[in-house]
């Protein structure tokens, strides 16, 4: 099977209990991880009674603009990615503060049916999409004959999952970066605002900046106040992108 579309699965949000003894004057419509942040940041200065009568929006914009980026960080988003490739997660993990990952493992999953993830840049051209379909083929084809090879190989290993592991870990060499992989991505509203801000760039790579679009979609969708000032835009390139009015708050 071929990807021409990552999958982007919203996992988890916060869940916000307010303490009886501190409630605070909501205003306006708001979801708990806005709520979350917004009494993380009036508990710096005891203004739970909202003396400037903020909405939530207002307020998380406030923070955004004054750079109190850090209330933002109570509210943590799980999302499941699928339909992407090796070399996309391989630059996604670059992103460290405020980030966990839990991703397919090449080891103990056999790679011999998976699937790829067609490159954006050669969807829509025949000749180029053939022959890159050729190569990725041959490439699992490889793969197939190597793990066989190495469980007789290894045949004195006792432990059959080991002896798999030992195989498919040596014959994964051969597959492209193009393999589709699944990764479970959790972080919160300022770390990934920092991410999206680097991978929806006009200067980021194609596929990671379409996944970027995606998730930014999905958490505007979930808790917009903390992702309002992003505006996705076609670039010159005729591909979407995205870019942010409040850099690194
Ligand atoms: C268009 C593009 C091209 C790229 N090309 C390459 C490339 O060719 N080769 C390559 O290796 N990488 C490349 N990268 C990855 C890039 O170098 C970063 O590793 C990646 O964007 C993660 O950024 P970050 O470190 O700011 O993120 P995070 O690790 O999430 O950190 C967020 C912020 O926290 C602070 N921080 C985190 N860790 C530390 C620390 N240890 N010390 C001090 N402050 C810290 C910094 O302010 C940092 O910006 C590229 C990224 C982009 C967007």
Same mark, same amino acid.
């Given at each position: 099977?071929?990807?021409?579309?990552?999958?982007?699965?919203?996992?988890?949000?916060?869940?916000?209990?307010?303490?009886?003894?501190?409630?605070?004057?909501?205003?306006?419509?708001?979801?708990?991880?806005?709520?979350?942040? $917004?009494?993380?940041?009036?508990?710096?200065?005891?203004?739970?009674?909202?003396?400037?009568?903020?909405?939530?929006?207002?307020?998380? $914009?406030?923070?955004?603009?004054?750079?109190?980026?850090?209330?933002?960080?109570?509210?943590?988003?799980?999302?499941?990615?699928?339909?992407?490739?090796?070399?996309?997660?391989?630059?996604?993990?670059?992103?460290?503060?405020?980030?966990?990952?839990?991703?397919?493992?090449?080891?103990?999953?056999?790679?011999?049916?998976?699937?790829?993830?067609?490159?954006?840049?050669?969807?829509?051209?025949?000749?180029?999409?053939?022959?890159?379909?050729?190569?990725?083929?041959?490439?699992?084809?490889?793969?197939?004959?190597?793990?066989?090879?190495?469980?007789?190989?290894?045949?004195?290993?006792?432990?059959?999952?080991?002896?798999?592991?030992?195989?498919?870990?040596?014959?994964?060499?051969?597959?492209?970066?193009?393999?589709?992989?699944?990764?479970?991505?959790?972080?919160?509203?300022?770390?990934?605002?920092?991410?999206?801000?680097?991978?929806?760039?006009?200067?980021?790579?194609?596929?990671?900046?379409?996944?970027?679009?995606?998730?930014?979609?999905?958490?505007?969708?979930?808790?917009?106040?903390?992702?309002?000032?992003?505006?996705?835009?076609?670039?010159?390139?005729?591909? $979407?992108?995205?870019?942010?009015?409040?850099?690194?708050?």
């Amino acid at each position: 099977m071929f990807y021409y579309e990552p999958t982007v699965t919203l996992l988890a949000r916060p869940a916000f209990v307010e303490p009886q003894h501190l409630p605070v004057n909501w205003i306006g419509e708001s979801t708990d991880g806005e709520r979350l942040a $917004e009494f993380a940041g009036r508990l710096c200065y005891m203004s739970q009674r909202n003396p400037a009568s903020r909405t939530t929006r207002d307020y998380l $914009e406030n923070i955004k603009r004054q750079g109190h980026g850090s209330v933002l960080e109570h509210a943590s988003y799980s999302v499941l990615l699928e339909g992407v490739s090796r070399s996309l997660t391989h630059e996604l993990v670059r992103h460290r503060a405020g980030f966990a990952y839990s991703q397919l493992s090449q080891r103990y999953v056999d790679e011999s049916q998976a699937n790829f993830v067609v490159p954006p840049a050669i969807v829509g051209d025949e000749a180029l999409e053939g022959a890159w379909r050729g190569q990725v083929e041959g490439a699992q084809r490889s793969y197939v004959t190597l793990v066989e090879q190495l469980m007789e190989r290894y045949g004195w290993v006792t432990d059959k999952v080991h002896r798999r592991k030992m195989a498919r870990e040596a014959a994964r060499g051969v597959l492209p970066n193009s393999t589709e992989t699944k990764i479970v991505v959790t972080a919160n509203a300022r770390a990934w605002r920092t991410m999206l801000e680097l991978r929806s760039s006009e200067g980021a790579e194609l596929e990671i900046r379409r996944v970027a679009i995606a998730i930014l979609r999905l958490l505007q969708a979930e808790a917009s106040a903390f992702f309002s000032d992003f505006e996705i835009y076609q670039a010159e390139d005729r591909r $979407e992108a995205g870019r942010i009015a409040f850099h690194k708050v």
